[in-house]
C-alpha cells in the first residue's frame, strides 16, 4: 500500500523479510523538483532503475541523467542522491542487503506531504543513523 513521505509517494514492494535479507525493494514516485538530502548508506549498496520520468541522479562526483529504462548503481559509503526533472518521476529503488526499506515506514508519521523535510533534519538524522545512513545535506545542482 502507498504512503506519503514529504511530496513523494513510497511503496515497499519487498522487505528483507521477504528476501531472506538479501534485497528491499521500494517504488518511489514523486514531482518536478523532488530532491532527497544527499546521504551515504555505509551498510548496504543502492540501486535506481528509473520508470518513468526524467532525473538527475548523484553519485560521488558524477551526475547521471536518467530517463525510463536507466539503471544507476549507488555503492555503499558513496554519496548518492537524485532529482526529478519532469512533472512526475517514478522510479524503483533496490537496497542490498535488506533492511534501508524499514526507514521509510519508521520516519512516515512525521514524513506527511504538508511536512517540511527541514524542519525535521534533526529526526531524520537521527533515524538515518540507525539504519547505517549519513545524511550530508542537499544535492548538488545538475550540471
Not at 8 to 22: E, K
Amino acid at each position: 500500500m502507498p504512503f506519503p513521505f514529504f511530496k513523494q509517494t513510497m511503496q515497499i514492494l519487498s522487505s528483507s523479510n521477504d528476501t531472506n535479507g538479501a534485497l528491499g525493494a521500494v517504488e518511489v514516485a514523486g514531482p518536478k523538483g523532488a530532491v532527497p538530502p544527499l546521504h551515504v548508506h555505509h551498510r548496504e549498496d543502492e540501486a535506481f532503475y528509473v520508470l518513468e520520468g526524467d532525473y538527475s541522479v548523484f553519485v560521488g562526483d558524477d551526475v547521471i541523467k536518467a530517463s525510463p529504462g536507466t539503471w544507476v548503481w549507488g555503492p555503499r559509503d558513496v554519496p548518492h542522491g537524485y532529482q526529478v526533472h519532469s512533472e512526475r518521476g517514478r522510479h524503483l529503488s533496490l537496497v542490498m542487503p535488506g533492511g534501508f526499506e524499514a526507514f521509510f515506514e519508521e520516519v512516515a508519521a512525521i514524513a506527511t506531504p504538508d511536512a517540511d523535510p527541514r524542519n525535521e533534519l534533526s529526526r531524520l538524522t537521527a533515524v538515518a543513523a540507525q539504519y547505517g545512513v549519513e545524511l550530508l545535506g542537499p544535492a548538488p545542482p545538475p550540471a
